[in-house]
């Protein structure tokens, strides 16, 4: 691979980086010791899975403005014009954004269980427009092993996002709690205010609120050019219940409903592009809902019942208005229509989803199995409109995933078995199914925290609403014909404590993966394609509060088209490594300094110069007085103002910006 000397040069900085701490630490002023040696974020090495979690501590302490911007700190993820809420798209692995389309539909992501997202609409980026603020934890899984659990045809990667309960706010005591956060930023005049409230009544249930209100104004790159046509608002409301009871609250009922508005007024059709084209300016107004009730009952008695059953309805609207006059091709006969029937497209998808597993742990002579069983539904309904198809797609899947430990040994078999029926009123119904599995092994060497690991899975992405087009020479071809993928990941992990000093702790997980795809139908000329990388997650941290974190991807990525001609896979991001050094002083204050740096990536019809961005970051909370609790977090991101554009993106990247916040929880 091309990237390996990049890998090597990764490895050396990391270890000279490590190596020099110690000597940095007694070069520095102390205040108070921490505890426990802790960094930014824990490294997954228990698992062969290739998952990471952002926890709440994090989310706060990024200050982004989208769940997107978190998750693409995370080695893999990508955020393609990351800053314009109607035009960014997520990529993993090179999957998920695509050139013209918001998504290729490879990339899942799940709010409190339920499937949201985007669909592939023309020129219209993601449609995950829901605040940072409602969130405990965000986790992503990338590939294709660990994600039978929650669907099929995930190749790039999953995003799960959890919201925050009432207990999270009032620690289980009862009374009420208000949590009030106001942050504001220097580019764009950006402004934020998010409002929690919550009720616990008893200990076993409490109520939550929120409501966050968040302006983006017009922000500035570099060189201090726009790079989003008009300011946008976002309004976000959030409220949830979780009620536990039965013999040791071995029993819950847990619901939650979110609704997101962002709205922006005669901006570009195109949501990628920054200044008008030929398809002329709109009016576009996007909400996004979603709706979850769960059910829990832990049984206390055996270990073989662990039911959680989940019900979820997303709802999407698109509500868009033509500019008249905003486009030439008004002028050319025949196209006026065309060009206004598109911009006043309006479009509406709900997703219905309910979920019935079980976990059950139980041995076998020596093996220990945790077995999680399921069988899933899923309907989903697109009402058609001037660029796109209308129609249902119904689903039913049964799966299985069994952790089987022994000793050091784990090994994971994973199968999920899902069935289609597609179509609508004005086409035919198209029945497919797919089998779909893989298998995972972990091996760790006593008690040394070296681990090895690897997998190998497969899956099927079935036909999309979206192909249901009896106009396209593609149809029905494309509605009998499923995307197929292949994934096999290697790797190493190693967690141990007390390595360099007394009390540090270095975590570190190695994984290379190849992905390769066929029967390609997302693609105008892509029928196959082939995926090579390698991801990195490092932490060390001490117990006089230094840490420091690394995560990296190294890829390259080649597709194929009908005639068997071979070139680049244009979703392949650079490549990057992303380094913070930082120290805590006790509880108190948090100092960090984070690189950002993307190789030059020339693997591409339009090649990229590499880019090195800084951010800075400090947090400080009040441990007693008056101002006990409170929170104040000061950041600077790209503290040089460099000017850049990064690979994949359509705008350039915000210039220098300061952000400041306050919390505080009464």
């Given at each position: 691979m091309t990237a390996q000397p990049s890998v090597r040069a990764l490895l050396l900085l990391s270890a000279a980086t490590l190596v020099t701490l110690p000597a940095t630490a007694q070069q520095t002023f102390e205040l108070d010791s921490v505890l426990l040696?802790?960094?930014?974020?824990?490294?997954?090495?228990?698992?062969?899975?290739?998952?990471?979690?952002?926890?709440?501590?994090?989310?706060?302490d990024r200050q982004a403005d989208s769940i997107a911007e978190l998750v693409d700190t995370v080695p893999g993820v990508t955020l393609v014009n990351g800053n314009t809420p109607q035009g960014s798209s997520i990529n993993i692995r090179g999957f998920g954004a695509a050139p013209s389309y918001g998504t290729d539909q490879k990339v899942e992501i799940q709010l409190n269980g339920a499937s949201v997202g985007s669909e592939e609409l023309y020129r219209i980026g993601t449609q995950l427009f829901t605040d940072p603020a409602l969130y405990k934890e965000v986790t992503v899984v990338r590939g294709i092993a660990g994600t039978f659990e929650y669907g099929s045809g995930i190749i790039g990667g999953l995003i799960r996002a959890e919201t925050k309960d009432a207990v999270d706010i009032t620690g289980g005591e009862t009374g009420?709690?208000?949590?009030?956060?106001?942050?504001?930023?220097?580019?764009?005049?950006?402004?934020?205010?998010?409002?929690?409230?919550?009720?616990?009544?008893?200990?076993?249930?409490?109520?939550?609120?929120?409501?966050?209100?968040?302006?983006?104004?017009?922000?500035?790159?570099?060189?201090g050019n726009a790079i989003n046509v008009k300011a946008s608002n976002l309004p976000t409301y959030m409220v949830g219940m979780l009620y536990t009871f039965g013999n040791a609250n071995e029993q819950s009922l847990r619901a939650t409903y979110s609704d997101t508005t962002a709205a922006e007024e005669d901006v570009p059709y195109d949501s990628f592009g920054l200044t008008t084209d030929m398809f002329g300016n709109v009016d576009r107004t996007v909400r996004s809902r979603t709706a979850t009730f769960e059910y829990k009952f832990d049984s206390q008695t055996t270990d073989?019942?662990?039911?959680?059953?989940?019900?979820?309805?997303?709802?999407?609207?698109?509500?868009?208005?033509?500019?008249?006059?905003?486009?030439?091709?008004?002028?050319?006969?025949?196209?006026?229509?065309?060009?206004?029937?598109?911009?006043?497209?309006?479009?509406?998808?709900?997703?219905?989803?309910?979920?019935?597993?079980?976990?059950?742990?139980?041995?076998?002579?020596?093996?220990?199995?945790?077995?999680?069983?399921?069988?899933?539904?899923?309907?989903k309904e697109r009402a058609a409109a001037t660029s796109a198809p209308g129609g249902t797609d119904r689903r039913f899947a049964v799966f299985a995933v069994d952790d089987m430990s022994i000793g050091g040994l784990t090994v994971t078999p994973a199968v999920r078995y899902e069935r289609q029926k597609?179509?609508?009123?004005?086409?035919?119904?198209?029945?497919?199914?797919?089998?779909?599995?893989?298998?995972?092994?972990?091996?760790?060497?006593?008690?040394?925290?070296?681990?090895?690991?690897?997998?190998?899975?497969?899956?099927?992405?079935?036909?999309?609403?979206?192909?249901?087009?009896?106009?396209?020479?593609?149809?029905?071809?494309?509605?009998?014909?499923?995307?197929?993928?292949?994934?096999?990941?290697?790797?190493?992990?190693?967690?141990?404590?007390?390595?360099?000093?007394?009390?540090?702790?270095?975590?570190?997980?190695?994984?290379?993966?190849?992905?390769?795809?066929?029967?390609?139908?997302?693609?105008?000329?892509?029928?196959?394609?082939?995926?090579?990388?390698?991801?990195?997650?490092?932490?060390?941290?001490?117990?006089?509060?230094?840490?420091?974190?690394?995560?990296?991807?190294?890829?390259?990525?080649?597709?194929?088209?009908?005639?068997?001609?071979?070139?680049?896979?244009?979703?392949?991001?650079?490549?990057?490594?992303?380094?913070?050094?930082?120290?805590?002083?006790?509880?108190?204050?948090?100092?960090?300094?984070?690189?950002?740096?993307?190789?030059?990536?020339?693997?591409?019809?339009?090649?990229?110069?590499?880019?090195?961005?800084?951010?800075?970051?400090?947090?400080?909370?009040?441990?007693?007085?008056?101002?006990?609790?409170?929170?104040?977090?000061?950041?600077?991101?790209?503290?040089?103002?460099?000017?850049?554009?990064?690979?994949?993106?359509?705008?350039?990247?915000?210039?220098?910006?300061?952000?400041?916040?306050l919390a505080k929880t009464f």
């Open positions: 040696a802790e960094s930014k974020r824990d490294v997954a090495t228990d698992t062969a899975t290739a998952e990471t979690t952002v926890d709440e501590t994090e989310i706060a009420f709690r208000l949590r009030q956060t106001i942050e504001l930023g220097s580019n764009g005049n950006q402004a934020a205010s998010s409002t929690i409230v919550a009720w616990q009544p008893t200990e076993n249930f409490g109520v939550i609120g929120n409501y966050t209100y968040r302006h983006n104004g017009v922000m500035v790159d570099g060189a073989l019942i662990n039911v959680t059953a989940t019900a979820s309805r997303a709802i999407q609207d698109i509500d868009s208005t033509y500019i008249a006059g905003s486009s030439p091709l008004e002028a050319v006969p025949g196209l006026g229509a065309v060009v206004a029937g598109l911009g006043n497209a309006d479009h509406r998808y709900v997703t219905n989803k309910v979920t019935l597993k079980n976990q059950s742990l139980f041995a076998t002579g020596l093996v220990q199995h945790d077995l999680r069983f399921g069988v899933e539904g899923v309907w597609i179509g609508s009123s004005t086409t035919a119904y198209y029945n497919n199914d797919a089998l779909i599995g893989g298998l995972s092994a972990r091996y760790e060497f006593g008690n040394s925290g070296f681990a090895v690991f690897g997998s190998a899975a497969y899956t099927e992405n079935l036909p999309i609403i979206d192909d249901l087009d009896p106009a396209s020479a593609n149809y029905p071809t494309y509605m009998t014909q499923s995307e197929k993928a292949r994934t096999y990941e290697l790797g190493v992990s190693l967690d141990r404590p007390s390595v360099f000093a007394s009390g540090d702790q270095l975590s570190l997980k190695v994984n290379g993966y190849q992905t390769t795809m066929w029967d390609l139908t997302s693609y105008v000329t892509t029928t196959d394609a082939l995926i090579r990388g390698v991801e990195i997650e490092g932490s060390y941290s001490m117990a006089n509060g230094f840490y420091t974190d690394v995560n990296a991807n190294f890829m390259r990525g080649w597709g194929t088209d009908a005639a068997g001609v071979q070139g680049d896979w244009p979703g392949i991001p650079a490549n990057q490594i992303r380094a913070t050094i930082g120290k805590r002083f006790g509880q108190e204050y948090d100092l960090s300094w984070e690189v950002v740096h993307d190789f030059a990536m020339n693997n591409a019809a339009t090649p990229t110069p590499a880019s090195t961005v800084h951010n800075l970051r400090a947090t400080y909370v009040a441990q007693d007085g008056f101002l006990e609790g409170a929170e104040v977090r000061f950041g600077v991101e790209n503290v040089f103002d460099l000017n850049y554009t990064p690979h994949l993106a359509t705008r350039a990247a915000p210039g220098r910006t300061f952000k400041v916040s």
